[in-house]
């Protein structure tokens, strides 16, 4: 499956916004998505993660009551909404997806094996 991530842009502390990861080429519905993010000099870190049919979802604790994930197989698309932005959350952010036969999701890094090329967000204070 190929993935593209988008929406990012810069954006001021307090704003929203929503970005999207758009799937081609394979059953979208058949795959775990998750959302990981990249800040200058650290590690890649997980975000959130929904299930195949939408029914499960993580959100990370740094982010938990300000970011929300959800998918519409129909229209191949995951989205992040993300509000009350921070200057922290300046990173770029990719999407993953992994084909899975249950309803489990994925949090970490290494349980993705396609990758979008990431969307830059940047959060001035």
């Known amino acids: 499956v190929q993935l593209q991530a988008s929406g990012g842009g810069s954006v001021q502390a307090g704003d929203s916004l929503r970005l999207s990861c758009t799937a081609s080429?394979?059953?979208?519905?058949?795959?775990?998505v998750g959302w990981f993010r990249q800040a200058p000099g650290r590690e890649r870190e997980f975000v959130a993660a929904?299930?195949?049919?939408?029914?499960?979802?993580n959100i990370a604790n740094s982010v938990k009551g300000r970011f929300a994930i959800s998918r519409d197989n129909l229209q191949n698309t995951v989205n992040l909404r993300m509000n009350s932005l921070k200057p922290e959350d300046t990173a770029v952010y990719y999407c993953?997806?992994?084909?899975?036969?249950?309803?489990?999701?994925?949090?970490?890094?290494?349980?993705?094996?396609?990758w979008g090329q990431g969307t830059l967000v940047t959060v001035s204070s």
């Open positions: 993953a997806a992994k084909f899975t036969v249950t309803g489990a999701i994925l949090t970490a890094r290494h349980e993705y094996d396609n």
């Open positions: 080429g394979r059953t979208f519905s058949d795959y775990a």
């Open positions: 929904i299930s195949r049919a939408g029914t499960v979802r």
